[in-house]
Nanobody, 126 residues
Framework: QVQLVESGGGLVQAGGSLRLSCAASGRAFSNYVMGWFRQAPGKEREFVAVISWSGGTTYYADSVKGRFTISRDNAKNTVYLQMSSLKPEDTAVYYC???????????????????WGQGTQVTVSS
């Protein structure tokens, strides 16, 4: 069983920055592919970013590429999402997710992850 706890959300003006954190339980964190997703009201949950188990490979949705950075600290069992140049359309609940399977593939679909956090709200005002 893996528990994921997000933090760092809040209200920010357009153009501002926020850093989200996701703390994971368990000793095998360094083996997990970790992803960030978001869900705006009335919309489906969508992929934001993913990072490999080592942190050496990352992939981003086109909508956030160049503005968001995903990173991880395996010694702290934590994955981060640094968000810059925020836009009102970035407003959503942000979720971190863990893929604990052994394939180590970088997945962008919600079905590719077996553990999810409770989410943290990010609101960007115009």
């Amino acid at each position: 069983q893996v528990q994921l706890v997000e933090s760092g959300g809040g209200l920010v003006q357009a153009g501002g920055s926020l850093r989200l954190s996701c703390a994971a339980s368990g000793r095998a964190f360094s083996n997990y592919v970790m992803g960030w997703f978001r869900q705006a009201p009335g919309k489906e949950r969508e992929f934001v970013a993913v990072i490999s188990w080592s942190g050496g490979t990352t992939y981003y949705a086109d909508s956030v590429k160049g503005r968001f950075t995903i990173s991880r600290d395996n010694a702290k069992n934590t994955v981060y999402l640094q968000m810059s140049s925020l836009k009102p359309e970035d407003t959503a609940v942000y979720y971190c997710a863990a893929d604990t399977t052994t394939t180590r593939a970088l997945r962008i679909g919600v079905g590719g992850y077996d553990y999810w956090g409770q989410g943290t709200q990010v609101t960007v005002s115009s």
